[in-house]
């Protein structure tokens, strides 16, 4: 089973950037469909982004579309999340996960391996 360590978090002003990375030890990471999903303060975990296996495929929930950008370096068993335009709504822990199925799942029943989780707060 693949372990997932997140990094890159922290504070910034609205309007301002960050990069989330998450790297992966364990199985072979390029085995594994990707997603990120956030957890703001009272609220339920929800879907940010997935990419595929090989990183051809990528979907989005609607608020984050054309502000951030899922990848993966399957060499460097990394996952990355750069996060652009950011708002105070996207405040939130943010956690990578791993799934094994096929295809864009969205849900978070649906990946089998999670991260930690790392802080983002933006300021307003």
């Known amino acids: 089973q693949v372990q997932l360590v997140e990094s890159g978090g922290g504070l910034v002003q609205a309007g301002g950037s960050l990069r989330l990375s998450c790297a992966a030890s364990?199985?072979?990471?390029?085995?594994?469909?990707m997603g990120w999903f956030r957890q703001a303060p009272g609220k339920e975990r929800e879907f940010v982004s997935t990419?595929?296996?090989?990183?051809?495929?990528?979907y989005y929930t609607n608020s984050v579309k054309g502000r951030f950008t899922i990848s993966r370096d399957n060499a460097k068993n990394t996952l990355y999340l750069q996060m652009n335009g950011l708002k105070p709504e996207d405040t939130a822990v943010y956690y990578c996960?791993?799934?094994?199925?096929?295809?864009?799942?969205?849900?978070?029943?649906?990946?089998?391996?999670w991260g930690q989780g790392t802080q983002v707060t933006v300021s307003s």
């Open positions: 364990g199985r072979t990471f390029s085995r594994y469909n």
């Open positions: 990419i595929n296996w090989i990183g051809s495929s990528t």
């Open positions: 996960a791993a799934s094994v199925l096929r295809g864009s799942p969205t849900g978070a029943r649906e990946y089998d391996t």
